[in-house]
């Protein structure tokens, strides 16, 4: 299966290293930017851009619940980089 087809979520979950998964959450930021109901989630995007993830997937909770099934992978995207982002964090076991 080429990268391209491969989700989102499985890509970040796959990176080796923080900068790695900032990269990788940069490209998928600037691929989502268009979704006009992303922008409709208070906060979406001043998140993104501070890299606050926990923030960005709260927003998109607040604005469309839980389990809406049209941002469904936008949230499991952002799991997989707070679940990163935790997993790089200095001290943790890799």
């Known amino acids: 299966m080429s990268e391209s087809h491969?989700?989102?979520a499985i890509r970040v979950s796959r990176v080796d290293s923080s900068d790695a998964l900032n990269r990788l959450m940069d490209?998928?930021?600037?691929?989502?930017?268009a979704d006009r109901g992303l922008?409709?989630?208070i906060g979406f995007d001043s998140n993104m851009e501070r890299r606050d993830w926990d923030?960005?997937?709260h927003s998109i909770e607040q604005t469309y619940g839980r389990s809406n099934r049209e941002h469904q992978?936008?949230?499991?995207?952002?799991?997989?980089?707070?679940?990163?982002?935790?997993?790089?964090?200095?001290?943790?076991?890799?």
């Open 6 to 8: 491969v989700p989102w």
């Open 73 to 94: 992978q936008t949230l499991d995207t952002l799991a997989a980089a707070i679940q990163g982002r935790r997993m790089f964090a200095p001290g943790s076991a890799r």
């Open 39 to 41: 922008h409709a989630a």
């Open 27 to 33: 490209d998928w930021y600037h691929g989502v930017r």
């Open 55 to 57: 923030g960005a997937k």
